[in-house]
């Protein structure tokens, strides 16, 4: 099982980037990396996800290192409306664990 | 398309009672799955199935039953519902597992 680690909590100033990590130490070579947010008590929303490559889409792009083991969420310029908890997720072979994620403050 | 739609939005419960929250999607996906997060938590894995007829437990399946008759619909069914079953439940569906997955609003349930 690819099991993923996150810091609990993180704090951004607005307008800085930030850079959300996870560990996937565990992640099998045709495993993706999926990343999702959750915005106060909404449904998850799917952010970016990607397998070998860093990918970037017009939310954030995602770097993950060359051994696979762990990836960075990168929001280029944080803004207030970005404060929510950041999953990051490593789908099995039949199912979807969710961990804690991160919660992301954006401060002012 | 709608997407993935889930009723009620809210619901209050006596302990004992059985209810079952619906939840349907119009995107033709075949895996769908059930998700249940408490208060200040991360989502936890009720049930999920990967297709018509088939459905597994995930995390925390005890006191929650399901069916998957029809591709569009995945109802979760609680038995006999208790104070510890007070959460929000959400219902999200993908074309595999390992495709992006798509959320509905959510149920807010509360059992007294």
Redesign the interface.
Known sequence: DAKTTQPPSMDCAEGRAANLPCNHSTISGN??V?W?RQIH??????II?GLKNNETNEMASLIITEDRKSSTLILPHATLRDTA?Y?CIV???????????TRLHILP | NAG?TQTPKFQVLKTGQSMTLQCAQDMNHEYM?W?R?DPG?????IH?S?GAGIT?Q??VPNGYNVSRSTTEDFPLRLLSAAPSQTS?Y?C?SSYT??D???????TRLTVL
């Open positions: 495993e993706y999926y999702y008590s909404q449904g998850p929303q799917y996800h908890v999953y789908p099995r072979w039949d199912k979807i664990i969710f961990g804690k994620g | 993935v799955s998700y997060q938590m991360g989502l936890r894995l999920y990967v597994d995930g995390e929000v959400f999200a597992v390992s992006t997955q798509y959320f509905g609003p959510g």
